[in-house]
């Protein structure tokens, strides 16, 4: 992909889908849920890719403002710590994941221009990414909830996301 696209090619190809999908979707009455995509296919390939923080906030803000006649929310649910989380899930799911991961991580514009590689260098591009998703959070301008530690607490989690969808997403008096 990195060989594929530069960032402002990533970025307009990005944004022609963003119009499609709001095109298509408007009207339908049809809630869509967007695991990730926001931050994580697009936020965290751009950063990958070695683009400035200017040009992944403007990107951000173009995608809201595309979007924005859909009323989306944001739900994130915010893992604290990203190298104890990412070594947590990386002994979860053994070594073979784990090296795909490093992979997938490391082997991209932003680490090769900062010499990062194996997993610690995985582990800082992580850390760098969890600051960017952070400020892109808190960015965000739309209707957000952020949900910490639900692992040891879904019941709490479930209730506070449903509160937040009914304000934001049903419709009043339904």
């Not at 402002?8 to 809630?31: M, N, Q």
């Not at 799911?93 to 590689?117: H, I, N, S």
């Amino acid at each position: 992909m990195f060989a594929t696209y530069t960032v402002s090619s990533f970025v307009k190809e990005s944004l022609e889908r963003w119009s499609a999908f709001v095109a298509e979707t408007r009207g339908s009455g049809i809630i869509h849920v967007l695991d990730s995509y926001p931050f994580q296919n697009s936020v965290r390939v751009l950063s990958q890719m070695n683009a400035d923080s200017a040009t992944i906030a403007a990107y951000q803000s173009r995608v809201e403002q595309k979007a924005a006649e859909l009323r989306p929310v944001l739900i994130y649910f915010d893992a604290g710590d990203a190298e104890r989380a990412l070594r947590a899930i990386a002994e979860q799911r053994g070594p073979a994941w784990t090296d795909y991961m490093v992979a997938v991580v490391t082997e991209c514009p932003y680490a090769l221009a900062r010499g990062l590689q194996g997993i610690d260098g995985a582990m800082a591009i992580m850390r760098a990414y969890k600051d960017l998703l952070d400020e892109s959070v808190e960015q965000f301008s739309l209707p957000k909830l952020v949900l910490s530690d639900c692992h040891r607490r879904w019941p709490d989690c479930h209730a506070r996301i449903l509160e937040f969808l009914e304000l934001y997403l049903l419709p009043h008096g339904a």
